[in-house]
Nanobody, 120 residues
Framework: QVQLVESGGGLVQPGGSLSLSCAVN????????MGWYRQPPGQQRELVAT???????NYEDRVKGRFTVSRDNTKNTVYLQMDSLEPEDTAVYYC??????????????WGQGTQVTVSS
């Protein structure tokens, strides 16, 4: 059984920084792409950033240069460092992990979500 445990988030002033992490616990064969999505108030969930198993990254245009996604494969954890935060970054952030839970059987798992609020 696979579980995702998110941590981080909170309230920060504009221009500040926050860091999120998401650890994968349980039994599985491998972790493929890891990433982050967010859902602003009253809006649909949207992609923020992804990182492949080999380390290739992809960012939504509005966060390029401000957010950094990384992963530690020894800890089965993905991170999101968020700098120069803007009020428009306020959202619930979800980690999204593609997992090979059995041989050549894949499934996408979601974290429980963590609130990020950027406000003065």
């Amino acid at each position: 059984q696979v579980q995702l445990v998110e941590s981080g988030g909170g309230l920060v002033q504009p221009g500040g920084s926050l860091s999120l992490s998401c650890a994968v616990n349980g039994s599985f064969f491998s972790i493929q792409t890891m990433g982050w999505y967010r859902q602003p108030p009253g809006q649909q969930r949207e992609l923020v950033a992804t990182i492949s198993r080999s380390g290739r990254t992809n960012y939504e245009d509005r966060v390029k240069g401000r957010f950094t996604v990384s992963r530690d494969n020894t800890k089965n954890t993905v991170y999101l460092q968020m700098d120069s935060l803007e009020p428009e970054d306020t959202a619930v952030y979800y980690c999204n992990i593609d997992i090979e839970y059995a041989v050549k059987s894949y499934k996408t798992f979601w974290g429980q979500g963590t609130q990020v609020t950027v406000s003065s």
